[in-house]
């Protein structure tokens, strides 16, 4: 009989490692397959909005005051939905609380300019100075 030594009182002593590796191959490729999903998710804003470029964009280090507009004209405040009125008493609230907080407001380009300058100018009255417009980076031709 193959793989006994000598007599049948003989006990075998090799492991057999072949489904150990079969099964940390499985491991491994659903660990990768599962690790680009989640990457790819975190990579996606929460709320899809396609932003004009400007050649000048960069990206803020510290965490702004979010508002967003969809382009069907729907605000967000911090990625949570808000309507006018919402917007202003959280914005009041959030300046109280912390002076000096600046806001960066994210229009989709479909957004008419108006409704991008109403927004920006409700945030400056209730006392946010610095306000700025987010935009994707644009290649210098």
Known sequence: MAGKIGGDDDVLADINVTPLVDIMLVLLIIFMLTNEEVSEKMKKPS?????????????????????????????????????????????????????????VVSADRRVTHGSVIHVIDAVRLLGIEHVAVNTKEQDIE
Do not use: W
């Open 47 to 103: 709320i899809e909005v396609d932003l004009p470029k400007a050649a000048s964009a960069q990206l803020k280090p510290s965490k702004p005051l979010s508002v967003v507009i969809t382009k069907d004209g729907a605000l967000f405040l911090n990625g949570a939905p808000a309507t006018e009125v919402e917007l202003k008493a959280r914005v009041a609230d959030i300046v109280r609380l912390s002076p000096g907080v600046e806001a």
